[in-house]
């Protein structure tokens, strides 16, 4: 980081950055992915419904999805270098108040916590692994995701390991993780501080230019477009950010760190897919990237349902990794499409994703109770033929 700061080149990627950003994504998301993967203790200690559950993640996601594009659009304007930390400090707060909740309301104020955590830390850290990319926005936003995909794949382990044997309380103890990114954020934000006025991540003009040249109408529907992809990725991601260990255990009968270690294999399988993304959109084109990761994964969802346990788990890791590879060319094609909004891109698509994500929960919690957890599966199955719609999208790369 040191290295970094001392000498900052707008042309070269600032790879020491990057890593701490991608870290710091780590640790803020281990911290959000404790809240679903607690669920199984949450539920039997308050005696919770699914609905009950959904709405706990409801009201996580919603905080982080409404307040993310003001952030953004604030930000783009006056950089907050310190709002990093502070972001982290709420997160520790969440987890601590969900390690000590004695009733369902303490477990909502939790989630709210970590829900603004989460909206203050995506958009800034977002920009800076832009403007530390040097020109590989999708391989900078994929190093930067990735981070925070590993650390929601870490969240169930953790859970199997640590909470599931110590009990709601082991949430508290885990609040030192958040401690700890509060340290590695501060010294990001130092290097923000010292280098964001000066550094400018370059574009390709070529890009700029096609993408200027679209009219308003166009580059609306475009975002639209682009809205009705996350819409179908996260609400489908619910399914398995919330219930999937559920459905393991209802159909198969498998036990509580069973069902916890087959999640950790599907959110591992999404950071490798993260990780893939970005690369491979700035090689081919982000919109050749969007068109198989959304509806490529159709068969695969559609047999899912009906597979035995062996076969759920490899289809989960073919589906994780193959529709995380999209969020990364979705950002860094609407980042393209709006030139010079940054962070208020970056908030929207985030917190859209959040809210998306809490939405989905809560609506597939009281599907779930009305019918069953394995028919919640059979009917996210068809979303991604919502991956359509990208046939709409304008070639901004050519």
């Not at 970590?114 to 530390?132: D, K, M, V, Y």
């Not at 964001?196 to 009219?215: F, M, N, Q, T």
């Not at 060319?329 to 959040?354: C, K, T, W």
Request: aromatic share 12%; net charge positive.
């Amino acid at each position: 980081m040191s290295q970094a700061i001392n000498a900052p080149r707008a042309a070269t990627t600032i790879y020491p950055v990057l890593m701490v950003a991608s870290l710091g994504h780590f640790i803020n998301d281990v911290t959000q992915a404790l809240l679903p993967a607690s669920y199984p203790v949450l539920k039997t200690g308050f005696d919770l419904s699914f609905t009950q559950l959904g709405v706990l993640t409801f009201v996580y996601q919603i905080t982080a999805s409404i307040l993310q594009p003001f952030v953004g659009w604030y930000t783009d304007g006056r950089p907050q270098p310190y709002s990093l930390p502070f972001g982290m400090t709420c997160s520790c707060a969440g987890m601590i108040m969900l390690g000590m909740a004695s009733n369902y309301p303490m477990l909502l104020m939790g989630a709210m916590l970590l829900g603004l955590g989460s909206s203050i830390f995506h958009p800034e850290a977002s920009r800076i692994a832009r403007l530390a990319s040097g020109g590989k926005h999708g391989f900078a936003q994929s190093v930067f995701q990735v981070g925070g995909n590993f650390g929601t794949s870490l969240g169930p382990l953790l859970a199997a390991f640590f909470i599931l044997p110590h009990g709601q309380h082991g949430m508290a103890a885990l609040a030192s993780l958040a401690f700890v990114g509060i340290l590695i954020l501060g010294g990001l934000g130092r290097w923000y501080q010292v280098n964001g006025s000066h550094l400018r991540a370059p574009a390709k003009s070529g890009k700029v230019h096609k993408a200027l040249s679209l009219s308003r109408a166009r580059v609306g529907l475009a975002i639209a477009v682009l809205i009705a992809l996350i819409f179908s990725k996260y609400f489908y991601l619910a399914s398995f950010t919330s219930y999937y260990n559920f459905y393991l255990m209802a159909r198969f009968g498998v036990t509580e760190r069973t069902a916890q270690l087959c999640q950790f294999v599907f959110f591992a399988a999404v950071a490798v897919g993260t990780m893939v993304g970005g690369p491979v959109g700035d090689r081919i084109g982000r919109k050749k990237v969007i068109w198989g990761s959304i509806l490529g994964i159709l068969p695969f969802t559609v047999v899912l349902p009906h597979a035995n346990l062996g076969t759920t788990i490899v289809l989960s890791a073919i589906i994780g990794t193959v529709i995380a590879s999209a969020f990364s060319a979705i950002v860094v094609y609407a980042q393209e499409l709006l030139p010079g909004r940054v962070g208020m891109v970056s908030g929207l698509f985030f917190g859209f994703a959040f809210g998306m994500a809490g939405i989905g929960a809560a609506a597939l919690g009281v599907l779930a109770d009305h019918t069953s957890i394995e028919f919640v599966f059979e009917l996210c199955a068809f979303l991604p033929l919502i991956g359509l719609l990208t046939i709409l999208l304008p070639n901004v790369e050519d």
